[in-house]
C-alpha cells in the first residue's frame, strides 16, 4: 500500500518567505508527527497530532512555525519569514495507534534551503 | 532533560562481518527503544523495536540488546551485506508521552567488500 508522501521534495526559497510543506499520512493513521533534520543530525521532534488536534507542540522552534491538520488525514507545515537556519530536511511521520507499539513510518521529507 | 546519544559515529566492517551499533540513554523512565535505518536521500525506516521489559530481541539478521542497568541500547547486524551501509538511529520514546520519539544523533555504517 501507499506510504507516508511528502510534497514538495525540494524547496529552496528566498530569507523572508513563507513556505507551506505538505504531508500525506498512511490511511487510518490517526497519529501524525512532524520532525526536522539539519544536516549530519538526528530527528528533532516538532510536533504531534492526533486527529486534528494537537496535544504536542513542544518542538516548535518558534512563533513562526505552525501546523495544522485537516479531516484526520493532511497536514501542512508552516513556517513564515523563514531564515537561513530554518534550512533542513522535514519529516512526517504516521502510525496506526498512538498507545502501544509506537512504531512510526516516515516519508521521504521535504529539503527546505533557504537563501 | 531527555537525550540519546551513540557512542561512535561511524563504523566501517568488511562485507560478511558482523556489526555493533551502540547507543546509550539517558532517560530510565523510558519504556519502548527503536532503531531505524536511514539511506541517503530517505527517510528513516523501521528495523526492530524492543520494550523495556525485554532483553533482547531478534529479528532478521538484526538483533538488538536493551541493557537498563547501564541504559544502553545495541543493534547487532550478522552478516553485513553491503545495502546494510546506512545510519542508523536509536530512539526512545520520550516520558511525555504521545509517544513523541527522542532520536540520537546516529551512527553512519559503511560496509566495505
Known amino acids: 500500500g501507499a506510504g507516508v508522501s511528502q510534497s514538495p521534495s525540494n524547496k529552496v526559497t528566498e530569507k523572508g518567505k513563507d513556505v507551506e510543506l505538505r504531508c500525506d499520512p498512511i490511511?487510518?493513521?490517526?497519529?501524525l508527527y512532524w520532525y526536522r533534520q539539519s544536516l549530519g543530525q538526528g530527528l528533532e521532534f516538532l510536533i504531534y497530532?492526533?486527529?486534528?488536534?494537537?496535544?504536542?507542540k513542544s518542538g516548535l522552534p518558534s512563533d513562526r512555525f505552525s501546523a495544522e491538520r485537516t479531516g484526520g488525514s493532511v497536514s501542512t507545515l508552516t513556517i513564515q519569514r523563514t531564515q537561513q537556519e530554518d534550512s533542513a530536511v522535514y519529516l512526517c511521520?504516521?502510525?496506526?495507534?498512538?498507545?502501544?507499539?509506537?512504531?512510526?513510518?516516515f516519508g521521504p521529507g521535504t529539503r527546505l534551503t533557504v537563501t | 532533560g531527555e537525550s540519546v546519544g551513540l557512542h561512535l559515529p561511524t563504523l566501517s566492517v568488511q562485507e560478511g562481518d558482523n556489526s555493533i551499533i551502540n547507543c546509550a540513554y539517558s532517560?530510565?523512565?523510558?519504556?519502548?527503544f527503536i532503531w531505524y535505518k536511514q539511506e541517503s536521500g530517505k527517510g528513516p525506516q523501521f528495523i526492530i523495536d524492543?520494550?523495556?521489559?525485554?532483553d533482547k530481541r531478534q529479528g532478521q539478521r538484526v538483533t538488538v540488546l536493551l541493557n537498563k542497568t547501564v541504559k544502553h541500547l545495541s543493534l547487532q547486524i550478522a552478516a553485513t551485506q553491503p545495502g546494510d551501509s546506512a545510519v542508523y538511529f536509536c530512539?526512545?520514546?520520550?516520558?511525555?508521552?504521545?509517544?513523541?520519539?527522542?532520536f540520537g544523533a546516529g551512527t553512519r555504517l559503511a560496509v566495505h567488500p
Open positions: 511521520a504516521s502510525s496506526l495507534i498512538p498507545t502501544g507499539r509506537h512504531e512510526q513510518y
Open positions: 490511511s487510518g493513521h490517526t497519529a
Open positions: 497530532f492526533q486527529g486534528n488536534s494537537a496535544p504536542d
Open positions: 532517560n530510565s523512565a523510558s519504556d519502548y
Open positions: 524492543i520494550r523495556s521489559n525485554m
Open positions: 530512539a526512545e520514546k520520550g516520558s511525555g508521552g504521545y509517544n513523541k520519539l527522542i
